[in-house]
């Protein structure tokens, strides 16, 4: 017997979890199916970014900071440390111990929001009349349907043709957060979000880093003045980062570790031997299992679920958010269009702005930034003023030790209305937020740079940076 609802949501990641709770708020009778799995078998609510993503990952890029900074930072503070030494299992123990409970805190979330989960795989069965049939294939199996269905499926992994994730040697996101013991040479192929952070974790812990990227300039999503400072602190921190080559055949020699062999930007042949490789060229849509054509769902080159602005699929009353359709790979884009969602079937007026997403690199130093960069504004040929303000300025970064970095406005030069702001610096991840806001409601660099900032703080260099697009700073 078919289990009757309002919503179903496929997938429990940030997309998926977010609209069943928001859909639940709003009087909907709610399930979401996630097959995501522990160790011990039970249910791992939040997929790929609470599992093997973002929650997992700055877990360990805060505990190998810690690290470092007991072996090559602490004396400048007149704290001396005798003895260091890691225990590398106990930190990946307290990284899975830190994911749990954002597992756990999820199941709460949908016990306090009425949402019926259910454990294993959700697929299409048919469309009809009473709604959409979909299947849940797990350790019970059941049969559901709904008015809507919402598909939050994810991404994943995009593996090197010839080259299998085999988890042990060449390693996804998934297998970089579990390795046994710190590799003593560690390659990367893609320099990336992953690539850099995991790239810094396994750095600070004592391996010998290389990055080979493909193409020629470092970031090149990131705007040009902020990546080049990027770079530099990377390469002084012991990165090694080859831009613009070209891989070619990769062996998994097991024991021997992995081979890598490539072109550099010279042409010259090159081979570069590895105990483990790190991939991180992208991830792909992910509908394995979903069986779209059961019900006529439109996929695109890609493999990604076609929708609309308000992501509509073509079939009515279908949804489809987050990774698996289009605009950036981000969790928090994907929860933004979950809340969305679940208010446009309430008949609401959801809201996504694409151009006042931030986009955040939890390396130290962090990177940040929402709206455009210098070099897109050029290319559209917009008019601009720009302003930057350097951290080594800044008297709270000067006494965190850490003035690595700046604060870059990009105004209007006709009305003076931020474009976009990037910085790359001490907690660049919080302090963007300020400038989402201010883009949100149209403000103007004036407005940001006669808001009072608290002194000492990081924010100052926000402020500063905003006064530099009308040639005023008062601190540098």
């Not at 993503?53 to 360990?60: D, H, N, Q, R, Y």
């Not at 810690?66 to 007149?78: S, T």
Request: charged share 20%.
């Amino acid at each position: 017997m078919s289990k009757q609802f309002d919503v179903v949501v496929i997938g429990g990641g940030p997309g998926g979890y977010i609209a069943a709770i928001r859909a639940a708020q709003l009087g909907f009778n709610t399930a979401c199916i996630d097959e995501w799995k522990a160790k011990d078998g039970k249910p791992a609510l939040g997929g790929t970014c609470t599992n093997v993503g973002c929650i997992p990952s700055k877990a360990l890029l805060q505990s190998s900071e810690n690290f470092e900074h007991a072996g090559k930072h602490f004396a400048d503070h007149g704290i001396q440390v005798q003895g260091l030494s890691l225990d590398l299992q106990k930190m990946i123990g307290r990284k899975d111990a830190v994911v749990k409970q954002n597992n756990d805190g999820i199941q709460f979330l949908f016990k306090k929001n009425k949402v019926t989960f259910f454990h294993g795989r959700g697929s299409f069965v048919k469309s009809g009349a009473e709604g959409h049939e979909v299947k849940v294939t797990g350790a019970a199996q059941e049969t559901l349907t709904a008015r809507h269905v919402i598909v939050a499926t994810g991404s994943n992994a995009r593996a090197l043709p010839g080259a299998p994730f085999d988890e042990v040697n060449i390693l996804s996101n998934d297998g970089a957060l579990r390795v046994p013991q710190v590799p003593a040479k560690l390659g990367l192929i893609g320099s990336g979000v992953i690539g850099l952070e995991m790239g810094s974790v396994w750095r600070r812990l004592g391996a010998e880093v290389t990055i080979l990227e493909g193409l020629p300039t470092f970031l090149g999503a990131v705007d040009e003045q902020i990546a080049k400072e990027a770079q530099k602190a990377f390469t002084k921190q012991g990165l090694k980062i080859e831009l613009g080559v070209k891989v070619g055949e990769v062996k998994n020699n097991g024991a021997q570790g992995v081979s890598v062999a490539y072109t550099n930007a010279k042409g010259e042949a090159q081979t570069l031997v590895v105990d483990k490789l790190i991939v991180s060229i992208g991830r792909v849509p992910n509908t394995i299992g979903l069986n779209p054509e059961a019900i006529g769902l439109k996929l695109d080159e890609r493999g990604a679920i076609v929708v609309d602005g308000d992501c509509r699929t073509n079939v009515p009353n279908v949804w489809a958010i987050g990774d698996v359709v289009r605009g950036p790979m981000l969790a928090h884009k994907a929860e933004e269009e979950g809340v969305a969602v679940a208010e446009r079937i309430a008949g609401q007026h959801g809201h996504v702005n694409f151009n006042t997403i931030p986009w955040v690199i939890y390396t130290s130093p962090e990177i940040a930034w929402v709206g455009q960069t210098e070099q897109q504004l050029k290319a559209a040929g917009v008019q601009y003023k720009a302003g930057t303000f350097p951290f080594m300025a800044n008297g709270r970064a000067r006494a965190l030790g850490d003035t690595t970095g700046m604060v870059k406005f990009l105004a209007d030069a006709a009305t003076d209305e931020i474009l976009g702001v990037h910085i790359v610096g001490p907690m660049a991840s919080e302090l963007i937020s300020e400038a989402v806001v201010a883009m949100e409601f149209k403000a103007s660099a004036e407005d940001i740079a006669r808001i009072c900032h608290a002194h000492p703080s990081l924010s100052e260099a926000t402020k500063e940076a905003a006064l530099a697009v009308d040639k005023r700073t008062l601190n540098f």
